[in-house]
């Protein structure tokens, strides 16, 4: 089924809001303000429909062309490109849906009604985000492979593999190092990574997920600093990404709030980023618990914080742990606790509510929240609202341009 639709809003999930006889259609590769000819697609829902943009009838003046032709209208939708889905619109403006998205979400979720403006990351030396278009800023990528062996990534909320010839959100040393055009004997995913010493993996996997050998250890530098982890672990994908949020986890810190022999933790520590930002800024005598759900990555963790006295690793799931601290800490931890920092960068589904009232419960000076979704961020921060903690700043910065996806760092507080 086609339709022509008046596009009014952007809504989370990289799609914008239309509307056909009451009932609120999703469509991708459009813009607020555009009318579009659609291709319904998903008619399951009784709230909502999805459709992808088939033809632009009038064009936003934020429109332009898609920087990436294997994902652009042009092509049919089933053959378009997933990942690039902002690609259509001109990078400020994508900034500005980024902002508008927080705001809805903080608005709806967590009471607030201000929300920060999306900032574009801050690069010396190299030329910004802005001059290349948003364009070569993934360090890694993950390509998927067929049953035919055809190599690309996925179209947009399907399993389909769509073939392309480029990859212009990598970094040129990605791009050249993924095997496309190449078929491949059998079906799986390939992860190509380029480290910021110019070091290059590429690990192909099978269906089962099996790489059928070790993963190779690399280094990553940020500033003077050096962190070992698998190819295949957690990083980054930004190349400015590891700077530009130790600098904003340092500067969210209280310093008047900070105590560096407080039961300070970092949830979901990975490889120690945060925790290194942390004790960086407050010295080598900080005291601060690093949590990681992965023994790999936990060993990493605790090789890259060495030099620090006070810091120490934990292998656990974040709620298994905050639940055996809650049932056994002494009173004295608990005093820490309450004068501690907790640092959290929890996945795309955030925190939850388990978490938030473990947390919440040991009553801490201040916690930093990272936050890669929105939505989830605006949940839990309504639930923190709920358990007495406030926002005192947040700030959004644009770490992955051309897509939906948005990085926010929120400082929240006792409230008085």
């Not at 008046?6 to 259609?25: C, I, K, L, P, Q």
């Not at 995913?189 to 089962?208: N, Y």
């Not at 300070?264 to 601060?288: E, K, S």
């Amino acid at each position: 089924m086609e339709l022509e639709l008046d596009v009014t809003a952007v809504a989370h999930g990289g799609v914008f809001v239309a509307r056909h006889e009451g009932r609120v259609v999703f469509v991708s590769d459009a813009l607020p303000g555009e009318r579009v000819l659609v291709r319904v697609s998903d008619t399951r829902h009784d709230r909502f429909w999805r459709a992808e943009t088939v033809r632009v009838l009038q064009a936003s003046e934020h429109r332009r062309p898609h920087v990436w032709r294997a994902a652009s209208v042009e092509r049919d939708p089933a053959e378009r490109a997933g990942g690039a889905e902002f690609g259509h619109i001109e990078l400020a403006h994508q900034r500005e849906l980024k902002r508008q998205v927080i705001a809805d979400a903080f608005s709806r979720m967590a009471g607030l009604d201000e929300a920060p403006e999306v900032e574009a990351p801050p690069e010396s030396g190299k030329r910004a985000d802005d001059d290349r278009e948003g364009l070569r800023w993934r360090t890694r990528v993950r390509l998927q492979v067929d049953d035919d062996g055809n190599v690309g990534p996925y179209a947009a909320r399907s399993h389909r593999v769509v073939p392309v010839t480029d990859l212009p959100l990598a970094i040129e040393a990605a791009e050249r190092a993924a095997p496309l055009g190449e078929p491949q004997n059998r079906g799986g995913t390939i992860d190509v990574a380029v480290t910021s010493e110019g070091f290059v993996t590429v690990t192909r996997r099978d269906a089962s997920g099996d790489t059928g050998r070790r993963p190779q250890v690399v280094h990553e530098r940020v500033g003077d600093r050096r962190f070992a982890l698998d190819s295949t672990g957690f990083w980054q994908v930004h190349r400015k990404a590891p700077e530009v949020l130790t600098r904003a986890v340092q500067d969210a810190v209280d310093e008047s709030l900070f105590d560096p022999r407080a039961y300070n933790l970092d949830l979901y520590g990975g490889v120690g980023l945060l925790a290194a930002a942390v004790a960086d800024r407050f010295g080598p005598t900080t005291r601060i618990t690093s949590v990681e759900s992965d023994e790999g990555t936990t060993d990493h963790a605790a090789s890259n914080l060495a030099e620090w006295i006070g810091a120490q690793t934990v292998t656990s799931r974040v709620e298994t742990y905050l639940r055996g601290l809650a049932d056994r800490a002494s009173a004295g931890e608990r005093a820490r606790l309450r004068v501690g920092t907790i640092v959290l960068d929890p996945p795309r589904s955030g925190a939850g509510r388990e978490v938030v009232d473990l947390l919440a419960a040991f009553e801490p000076a201040q916690l930093v929240y990272v936050a890669c979704d929105p939505v989830a961020l605006a949940r839990d921060l309504g639930w923190f609202r709920e358990r007495g903690f406030q926002l005192r700043s947040a700030r959004a910065f644009d770490l992955f341009p051309n897509t939906h996806h948005v990085e926010v760092v929120a400082s929240l507080v006792r409230s008085t």
